[in-house]
């Protein structure tokens, strides 16, 4: 059994996603976190059903990081109830487990460090 979790939210709207999950990724709660546009998701909220298109995050982290995690997206997220679970990671590569678990623990450092790469944009102009 490994000590990671896989956890999932949605957003409504990319922007958001991208704003929240950077931070949590440059606060070391998160290793790598994916978005996948174009979910539909269908849910009562306020006394009726509803349907709407949203875009699913996956985020890489680790129990130990998980409660900080947790509570820190539920601070961010711009949902009054985000859906926000961890799941266990059954299994994982040796190399893999080890990065989002020394990442997370502030042990390994990337080539550069959260500061320099947000002063650096790359080819596309994201960052």
């Known amino acids: 059994m490994s000590d990671l979790l896989e956890v999932h939210t949605t957003f409504a709207k990319i922007i958001d996603a991208t704003e929240i999950c950077r931070k949590l990724v440059d606060e070391k709660l998160a290793a790598c976190a994916q978005m996948i546009p174009g979910v539909t998701s269908i849910y009562y909220w306020d006394g009726r059903t509803r349907r709407d298109s949203e875009l699913l995050v996956l985020i890489k982290t680790t129990k130990k990081a998980w409660p900080a995690l947790r509570?820190?997206?539920?601070?961010?997220?711009?949902f009054d109830e985000p859906e926000i679970i961890a799941?266990?990671?059954?299994?994982?590569?040796?190399?893999?487990?080890?990065?989002?678990?020394?990442?997370?623990?502030?042990?390994?450092?990337?080539?550069?460090?959260?500061?320099?790469?947000?002063?650096?944009?790359d080819e596309d102009g994201f960052w």
């Open 87 to 121: 799941i266990p990671v059954e299994d994982s590569s040796q190399s893999y487990s080890a990065w989002v678990t020394d990442y997370t623990s502030g042990v390994a450092r990337s080539p550069e460090s959260p500061a320099d790469s947000a002063e650096r944009k």
């Open 71 to 78: 509570d820190r997206l539920k601070e961010l997220h711009p």
